[in-house]
């Protein structure tokens, strides 16, 4: 695919259009990046998409090292934002998702590092959604957790936290789930544990770990060990999809 990386390049008339364009939206929310198209293309049809301004946005951006609020600045805030932290390691940085159309079948994807900077973008097939965050989880805290977990320096650098300590230094159980795939030639139970934010409707902390399927009993789900928790943020457009 033909990048134009330099609009100097361009005739005049040809960069009026791509002006004009960047603010009209067509049947499938504009083929083109503004930031203001981006936001208003969910506004613009019943059925519609901005997964065609995806490499409009990166033709005109480097993102690649890009800061998240620059990248917020651009794309307005995420649909889903999980900010990550793996034990024994700390702050993994962000993980951000883009609802891009009605279908909510693919998304736009964002990974920062620790330091919220931009390492990977993409699409994805899957929905901009937490199918684990759900109003039956348990409510925490904000206050409570939130402080805990930041400052606990057991939980940020110790590599062997289990679920029940996890749940111990929360406050309370959350909601269990687990399910199974293969990797590296080996069956693995990945589990998970969930809390709801209590007062904030779409605020989750989601805990999860793995381990091989031959040891793993239901029974012991507290002894699993944590690999990394996060604090996930949704807001409606990908809330309850």
């Not at 390492?119 to 039956?136: G, K, S, V, Y």
Request: a negative charge; proline letters at 3%; aromatic letters at 10%.
């Amino acid at each position: 695919m033909l990048r134009i990386r330099n609009l100097c390049c361009l005739p005049m008339a040809l960069i009026c259009v791509i002006a004009m364009y960047g603010t009209t939206y067509g049947a499938d929310g504009s083929k083109f990046f503004s930031p203001e198209a981006w936001r208003q293309a969910a506004e613009a049809t019943d059925d519609w998409s901005r997964e065609a301004m995806v490499s409009q946005l990166e033709t005109a951006n480097q993102l690649s090292g890009m800061d998240r609020t620059k990248v917020i600045a651009l794309l307005g805030t995420p649909g889903y934002a999980a900010r990550r932290f793996s034990m024994g390691v700390g702050s993994l940085g962000h993980y951000d998702m883009y609802r891009l159309s009605t279908k909510n079948d693919r998304a736009y994807v964002i990974v920062y590092d620790a330091s919220d900077k931009v390492t990977n973008e993409r699409i994805e097939t899957q929905a901009c959604a937490c199918p684990l965050c759900t109003a039956d989880a348990p409510a925490i805290s904000d206050a409570g957790f939130r402080t805990t977990l930041l400052k606990e320096e057991d939980v940020r650098q110790n590599r062997n936290v289990t679920i029940a300590a996890f749940e111990a230094l929360v406050g309370k159980p959350g909601t269990h789930s687990s399910k199974t795939d293969m990797a590296g030639a080996q069956l693995w139970v990945n589990y998970t544990d969930v809390w709801r934010v209590a007062g904030k409707d779409h605020d989750f902390l989601l805990a999860e770990g793995k381990h091989q399927a031959k040891d793993w009993s239901s029974d012991t789900f507290g002894e699993g060990l944590v690999s990394a928790y996060a604090f996930i943020t949704l807001t409606p457009e990908c809330a309850g999809t």
